[in-house]
């Protein structure tokens, strides 16, 4: 046996480990599995060269819990050590790791989840036990191995009894983690980072029902008894998950399959996948999924997984995935992306952009695939979709150049149109005398009925576009395509938001346009209505509110964040008052003499027109029921 310190200028670095790790300490048993995954794919790769003379076999990784002596085991079957390089690797690389971590992380306990970064993994046991073991034989004929260390720089180094390959790491678990010892605990640990390690992970036995080969000794009195029940390993992990496979080596089904191992509690099916697999300028591979997505973009996110060599880091996977694919769910696996690193570094690492870079490419690309093989399909999944993508093309340039290929914009009549499909059916109905390309469009198919009717009486297409970004991107899209506008359905009257050459002719003389504005200015009020006189076709209607398409979309913008003029998010609404003077109505109201009767007959067509756009609420809605009554009595 030898006896000997650590060579290590701190004088006693494990309170430090244990310092400044706490906040992530549930992390070492990755670590340790990570080791013992390690060790175990390096033997292969050994045996597969000729390199080491053993027979690789089918090697497992254990992880025993013994409560009464308060310990836990980490076993595997990969290379083992020699007692030379437990001093190389253990005494000596490794600390030395571990000082270089407190030199760098001394002062900024927060950045401290850079365990691996360092070689520090097999140091983060000192986070929950008060001693470590390791028993190791390795692959080489060589005498089994002993280590030894309190959580102090002394350890003991001895021979041990071990025969069997692998190496075993015994923690004594401290005061303050018997946490750890809980089967649960351990459990749900294994569950969230090793779910799918490349090597097989044993936590104890559970029972099974195998059907018995004729001939066998039946177990039971029932001769014609067909299973028996045997004890098995309880393997916890999947090895060899739905990515790391060839796409063609997988059904639909098995897509399903892999999306509810990954998220047990998500009933709905994924709308589709994209299959990720790239091997340069990076190594990559993954599986997305495009889930149903309501209208709140912030309930959906974190739900992508981070793997590096199928050993899950994380789920928060901003700066590697572009920011509008953080609704989907999946897995991206990547050896290039650094393990435990701080989200500055990953957002100013090259390799990390690159990434973003092509899963935006690779997502587009699928899109197009989809939309072109099987239309129908994809019109069908558009309204679960379209939140993601139009972000996209708000966020993302790269995407956006792609996005005309695949984006629709769908109509109130439910048909569907790319934006090309839009400017070459629209362009000879709905150019105004400008030679400008109007697109009508409404953000709520019953709200705005009165008004789509109004456009369709005139052969015009309305597009239903009612996301909560809708404002942004039309703004965008203007900006990208001169002589095209987009105006909501209720911006004005429909002769004015698509104007043409003929110009109606007022039944109403200057005079007396002049009197009736004088007469509705006294009642309609001025804070909220502008009162606009139009000479519009004697059959529309008499009253028509309107909101100005400028002010409503930069209110919009404000509210939804990011655009929009400053502080336009907290303005009033304004609407416009359009009255055809061509009407009716207005020549009663000009020609009624009463001034009671004349403010009734002006209050009534307001609350009518109004009630059209759903804006008459409490008050005067009770006031207007009234009202009505009385006239019809």
Known sequence: MTTGKINVSVENIFPLIKKFLYSDHEIFLRELVSNGTDATLKLKHLTSIGEAKVEYGNPIIEIKIDKEAKKLHIIDQGLGMTAEEVEKYI??????GAEEFLDKYKDSAKDSGIIGHFGLGFYSAFMVAEKVEIITKSFKDEPAAHWICDGSPEFTLEAADKTSRGTEIILHIAEDSLEFLEEGRIKSLLNKYNKFMPIPIKFGTRTEKIEQKKGEEVATEDKDEVFKTVEVDNIINNPNPAWTKLPTELTDEDYKNFYHELYPMQFEEPLFNIHLNV?????????????KLGGDMQIQKDKIQLYQNQVYVTDNVEGIVPEFLTMLKGVIDSPDIPL????????ADGAVKKISNYITRKVADKLKSLFTENREDF???????????????????????????????????????????????LKANQTDKNGKLVVLYAGNKDAQHAYIESAKEKGYEVLLLDSPIISHLIQKLEADNENLTFVRVDGDHIDNLIKKEETAISKLSEEEQTNLKSVLENVVPKQTYSVQLEALDSNAAPFIITQPEFMRRMKEMSQSGGGGMFGMGNMPDMYNLVVNTNSTLAAN??????????ESLVKQALDLAKLSQNLLKGEELTAFVKRSFELIK
């Open 91 to 96: 005494n000596q690389v490794a600390f030395s």
């Open 589 to 598: 109201i000009l020609n009624t003499t009463d001034k009671s009767t004349q």
């Open 379 to 425: 019109e069908k999944k558009w309204n679960d979709i379209k939140i993601v993508l139009e972000y996209g093309m708000l966020s993302e340039d790269k995407f956006y150049e792609k996005s005309a290929a695949f984006v629709l914009y769908p109509t109130v009549d439910g048909k569907y149109f790319t934006l090309d499909e839009l400017k070459e059916n």
């Open 340 to 347: 435990n690193v701080s989200r500055s570094y990953l957002q």
């Open 279 to 291: 091997d340069y300028p990076f190594n990559l591979t993954g599986i997305l999924y495009f889930p």
